[in-house]
């Protein structure tokens, strides 16, 4: 692994008085990371939401609601665009266009509709309804 220090500033060895950068010039801050695409797109549709990350870890903390609200999508090679959860990696995601499933997933339907807001998506994982 790269350690990108810049220990060539300042007086010290490993005094940094610049940001870090990498040996391309990029600077590596976390705050610097965000790409122009992402600053360009206005929707962040595809972004991953705080609340869908927060539902995933409650269902992958509650693996029975799982099972007893959403329905279980079996063999199915292509996943129709929707929203689903991911038992195994404990993921709520949303699929805008049609995308393939790999082998041995345990996935669950969450809604056919990937626009859904995230208040009728926790009222599905909750109640089933």
Same mark, same amino acid.
């Given at each position: 692994?790269?350690?990108?220090?810049?220990?060539? *500033?300042?007086?010290?060895?490993?005094?940094?008085?610049?940001?870090?950068?990498?040996?391309? %010039?990029?600077?590596?801050?976390? %705050?610097?990371?965000?790409?122009?695409? +992402?600053?360009?797109?206005?929707? #962040?549709?595809?972004?991953?939401?705080?609340?869908?990350?927060?539902? %995933? /870890? +409650?269902? /992958?903390?509650?693996?029975?609601?799982? $099972?007893?609200?959403?329905?279980? *999508?079996?063999?199915?090679?292509?996943?129709?665009?929707? *929203?689903?959860?991911?038992?195994?990696?404990?993921?709520?995601?949303?699929? #805008?266009?049609?995308?393939?499933?790999?082998?041995?997933?345990?996935? #669950?339907?969450?809604?056919?509709?990937?626009?859904?807001?995230?208040?009728?998506? $926790?009222?599905?994982?909750?109640?089933?309804?």
């Amino acid at each position: 692994m790269t350690d990108y220090k810049n220990d060539n *500033v300042g007086d010290a060895p490993g005094a940094h008085t610049d940001p870090v950068r990498t040996p391309r %010039g990029t600077r590596v801050a976390p %705050g610097d990371t965000t790409s122009d695409t +992402w600053r360009a797109e206005t929707t #962040f549709r595809e972004a991953p939401q705080q609340e869908l990350m927060d539902l %995933g /870890a +409650w269902l /992958a903390e509650h693996p029975e609601a799982a $099972r007893k609200n959403l329905k279980p *999508v079996r063999n199915t090679v292509v996943l129709d665009p929707g *929203v689903y959860y991911n038992r195994g990696t404990g993921v709520v995601e949303r699929l #805008f266009s049609p995308q393939h499933a790999a082998l041995g997933h345990q996935l #669950f339907r969450v809604s056919t509709k990937p626009d859904a807001s995230v208040e009728e998506i $926790r009222r599905k994982v909750l109640e089933g309804k």
